[in-house]
Every structure is written in structure tokens, then in C-alpha cells.
């Protein structure tokens, strides 16, 4: 069975720390170099749920896509939300490391995912990764559909193949407008949308958008608007993650046990249509 250390070199290979953004926080967040690791479960948040099935499971690493401390902190101190985390990962010899932005844009990376879930053939990259003479790194990918489908029905697929969510997903645009070209991102996609326009897509699926970014973009173009959970966007990466440890571990003998959280760490817990009060 391989060490932390040798599993950990395998996933900085797969998504190197250094093309991370600047402002991120990746890498291993806590556990022993020297420990044995037999079975890994991925996920996106390392929140709790996540930490106590890590825990029931087995688990002697825990992946997840979103940092633990993305802005720093002073104390692990287990009165926080946060501290508890890492008592109970610490207490149970579980490591934890995060591929976040370097997994954004990796190849494959968050984005090839999610086309993938949506069964979307990829084009290249939304922003090309400037250091990749492939072409083939870079945030968000753009997309053909096999066939032209409406607006309304690209949704519905996006609503039927992503995990479910209270929010569901959300549509801007004319629902009859036929789409060809996708552009998508995984997770929180509003600063990308000159990027959008230039690519000239039909429509562009991605999360988190804004009111304002939005709105405008709508009265911009007839760009096609799909909005879906940011935890639904990003989760289809922790299987095609768990796909790419289980080949290395199958290529070198490591006979590791990957598994996929399902638990469901979004948020958002309810969803309510409005009938509201007349305008």
C-alpha cells in the first residue's frame, strides 16, 4: 500500500499546485506523510457531513475541490466550525488535500466534467492556459451539442443529468431559440461572460450568477443564460477524480479503494416557486 506522500505526488502530477491562482489555497491541508493510505473518498466541500462519512467510511484520505481555509486562519481550535473539521480528520488519521483552481483548469479538469455529465463533445478551452502549447488547459471549455436542441431543452437536460438541488436549475433567455454551441464552467461563472460572447456560443451553462452581470448580459446578446448549483456544477469532477486515482492506482498496484461522496453539500436545503404579491 502506497504512503501519503507517494499518493499526494500522484495528485499534485494530476493538478500541479503551482497553477493554482494566486490567491488560492490548495494542497494538503493536514496528515502524515509517512501514513498508509488504503481507501480515499472525494468530494467537493470539506465540511463536517463530509469529514463524518469520510469517518464511517474508513477513509484514510480525504480530496476535496474547495479549500478549508481559503483566507487563513489563526487558530484550529475545535469551538469553530472549521477547527472541528480538522480535530475530527486528525483524530481519525484522515488526511485532507484540495485541488481547486489547478483543477479548474487542468486537462481534464472541472469544466471536462461537467461537459461530460451533459454529454457535450469539447472544443478547447473558454480561457486558454497561455503555458499550454497543446492548447488544451484553461478555465471553462466551449461546446457543440450531436444535434441542435431549444434553449428550453438544453436546460432540461442540464436539469436531469447535474445532482439535484433545492435551486434546480434557472434559465434567461428565449426558450425556443435553438442552441449548437455551449460554452460551460464549473461553479461561479459571471466574470467570464466577455469571454462568452467572444467565443460566440448560443448559450452559456455555468453558476452562481449575479443579478446585475446577468441582466446585463441578457441585454447584450441573445446569449442563452443556464444556472445551476455551484456544488451541482463541480460535483461531476469528483468522479472523473476518483476515475483518474483509481487508473494510477491500478497502474502501480496500489489496490487503493476510491469512492465518491454523495452526500449533498450544497447550501441551499429548499425551493419554493413564487406566486409573490401582484406588481
Request: net charge negative; proline share 6%.
Amino acid at each position: 500500500m502506497p504512503r501519503l506522500s507517494e499518493v499526494i505526488s500522484a495528485l499534485d502530477a494530476l493538478w500541479p499546485p503551482e497553477r493554482a491562482e494566486e490567491w488560492d489555497a490548495v494542497g494538503t491541508v493536514c496528515g502524515d506523510p509517512d501514513a498508509a493510505v488504503t481507501r480515499v473518498l472525494f468530494a467537493v466541500d470539506p465540511v463536517q457531513d463530509v469529514v463524518d462519512e469520510a469517518v464511517r467510511l474508513g477513509a484514510d484520505l480525504l480530496v476535496t475541490h474547495h479549500p478549508l481555509y481559503l483566507r487563513g486562519t489563526t487558530t484550529v481550535a475545535a469551538g469553530h466550525f472549521k477547527g472541528r473539521v480538522v480535530h475530527t480528520l486528525i483524530k481519525n488519521d484522515i488526511a485532507l488535500h484540495v485541488a481547486h483552481t489547478n483543477a479548474d483548469t487542468a486537462d481534464p479538469g472541472v469544466s471536462d466534467a461537467l461537459a461530460g455529465a451533459l454529454d457535450l463533445r469539447v472544443v478547447g478551452p473558454l480561457v486558454p492556459d497561455a503555458t499550454d502549447a497543446n492548447g488544451r488547459r484553461g478555465l471553462g471549455r466551449i461546446c457543440e451539442l450531436d444535434h441542435p436542441e431549444t434553449l428550453r431543452d438544453f436546460a432540461a437536460r442540464a436539469a436531469k443529468r447535474l445532482p439535484a438541488t433545492a435551486q434546480g436549475v434557472r434559465v434567461a433567455g428565449d426558450p425556443d431559440a435553438l442552441v449548437r454551441t455551449v460554452a460551460v464552467s464549473g461553479g461561479s461563472g459571471d466574470s467570464l461572460f466577455d469571454r462568452v460572447r467572444a467565443a460566440g456560443v448560443d448559450a452559456f451553462l455555468t453558476a452562481d450568477l449575479r443579478h446585475h452581470p446577468a441582466s446585463e448580459a441578457t441585454q447584450h446578446s441573445p446569449l442563452g443564460l443556464v444556472d445551476a448549483a455551484h456544488w451541482a456544477t463541480e460535483w461531476p469532477w469528483c468522479e472523473q477524480a476518483a476515475a483518474q486515482l483509481d487508473e494510477i492506482s491500478d497502474r502501480r498496484g496500489w489496490d487503493l479503494r476510491v469512492h465518491v461522496s454523495k452526500t449533498v453539500t450544497d447550501p441551499w436545503s429548499s425551493h419554493h416557486d413564487s406566486s409573490g404579491a401582484p406588481n
